[in-house]
């Protein structure tokens, strides 16, 4: 079962609890909280106070991308804020099998992020640790971009690897492009600005569920 993540970056930061609201009215059962630091990004977006008070206005998983330098500091906080699944990068973590183990032993399910220039080799090592591959489909730090189309056979390449794994894709997915991501094998998609623009977020979400399940 493919299952839909909407960003809440493109959301109305002034208006989050209505706006999670909605989508979750309209069937989505994750929501995808991207925090980033203006370092290993360069945009700086929330962090754990807003994540803290959304638990409580959030029914289905949180899934927390941390596109953070040094993501172990703050592990911990992320876990007890209530982060379902927390999301490292792989070129933010020099010990990444520590990370991972300490994401676990907080009780959250754990996954690696790769950015686009990154290779899907560097997984082979970590992959029989990991709940979930996070492939990223944009450079990570702003909504809104376009789609690399290179990251189609990177989710193939993931799929050979570890074919049971969750597969999550993230930046410039539309309802165009969301079908060839789902074929190649991706079954936690990630949309901010194909689900929240012009306040049509549940008619976007009940037509992105139409596509999975075609
Ligand atoms: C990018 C973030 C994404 C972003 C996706 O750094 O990780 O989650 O919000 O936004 P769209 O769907 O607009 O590309
Ligand atoms: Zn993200």
Known sequence: MTHLAPSILAADFSNLRD?????????VKYMHLDVMDGH????????????????????GIMDVHLMVTNPDHYIKEYTNAGADIITVHYEACIHLNRTIELI???????????NPATPVSVLVDIIDYLDMVLVMSVNPGFGGQKFISNTLKKIRQVKELAPNILVEVDGGITLMNVKEITQAGANLIVAGSSVFEEGRSQENVKNFYHIFER
Do not use: C, M, Q, Y
């Open 19 to 27: 706006d999670i609201k909605k989508v979750e009215d309209a069937g």
């Open 40 to 59: 290993f990004v360069p945009n700086i977006s929330f962090g754990l106070p807003v994540i803290k008070s959304l638990r409580a206005h959030i029914k």
């Open 104 to 114: 676990k032993t907080n009780g959250a399910k754990a996954a690696v992020a790769i």
